[in-house]
């Protein structure tokens, strides 16, 4: 197997800017609408062609990611053979920063950058079938990992809409490294099948808004998420006050099941500044300034 085989592809963090609770569905799971992007922070996949299925992790969260058959990369590859009889694996390496169960999709950003290598690596095009559904098969949140751009994601996840020019969003992301359990916010909420939240509509989001007309977009929206994590995890709260307190913070809040928040900052300078003082002030957290888009 020579270096030249190898295929790289980056894990970029997903993060819900805006995420509404519709409603939960007779068949027990929740209707969503959240508007998503993607930071330049992220985990890092390598993949050599061959005949066989491997898995190899380093880096500050790799134990936490475990590299057994759950790993979402080891669920993805699995999937899309199911879907692509003889397609051809290989050996993975996966350097794992993001925090695990942390609300930002660090596996399911995992498991479609395998998707991809796997589909270039066997000739496959980005747009075949079998991608997304192998995507669907692994994990709700990897279908709009496939393609990791800003956009609207509806349903459980696999309703997606195009791909949206969102400003620079300088952001800073922490994460005060207690895992949440998605399954047990959703249990928090309490919603019965067919009842809804009732909180309103989500906002509409345009392509190509500048940074002050997102913000206000992004204010009349919410994450329904986000009062039940607390309950779950009171640190959140905490991590919430101190990313509103930061000087420059435009909007603070959670993504996904959290407990990973983050806060919008007009400049990179800000966000920088804002990292720098909440990672001295809080070295147990994990804490990084990145760029949204």
């Not at 963090?13 to 509404?20: D, F, R």
């Not at 190899?56 to 790799?62: C, H, I, N, V, Y």
């Not at 747009?127 to 709009?144: I, K, S």
């Amino acid at each position: 197997m020579t270096e030249e085989k190898k295929r790289s592809a980056r894990a970029p963090a997903k993060i819900n800017l805006t995420l509404h609770i519709e409603g939960r569905r007779p068949d027990g799971y929740h209707d969503l609408q959240s508007l998503v992007a993607f930071a330049a922070a992220g985990d890092f996949l390598t993949l050599a062609p061959d005949d066989f299925f491997d898995l190899t992790l380093e880096g500050p969260t790799a134990f936490e990611a475990g590299d057994g058959g759950d790993n979402l990369v080891a669920r993805a590859d699995r999937a899309l053979r199911a879907e692509k009889p003889g397609l051809r694996t290989g050996a993975f390496h996966l350097v794992k920063r993001l925090p695990v169960a942390a609300g930002i999709g660090g596996g399911s950003s995992d498991a479609a950058a395998a998707l991809r290598l796997l589909a270039a690596a066997n000739g496959l095009p980005p747009d075949d079938p079998a991608l997304f559904a192998a995507a669907r098969a692994t994990g709700a949140d990897v279908p709009v990992c496939l393609d990791p751009r800003a956009r609207m994601m509806k349903g459980t996840g696999e309703k997606l809409g195009p791909a949206i020019s969102l400003p620079p969003l300088f952001a800073v992301l922490v994460n005060p490294r207690v895992p949440v359990e998605t399954r047990a916010v959703f249990q928090k909420l309490g919603l019965k099948p067919g009842e809804s939240l009732g909180y309103g509509p989500h906002p509409a989001i345009a392509s190509g808004m500048d940074f002050e007309t997102l913000l206000r977009v992004l204010k009349k929206g919410r994450n329904d998420m986000e009062d039940a994590a607390c309950v779950l995890a009171p640190v959140i709260g905490h991590v919430l006050a101190v990313l509103s307190g930061a000087r420059g913070c435009r909007l603070a809040r959670m993504s996904g099941s959290g407990a990973t928040c983050f806060a919008l900052f007009e400049t990179c300078r800000q966000a920088g500044q804002a990292a720098k003082a909440i990672a001295q002030g809080h070295p147990e957290w994990w804490v990084k300034a990145t760029l949204l888009r």
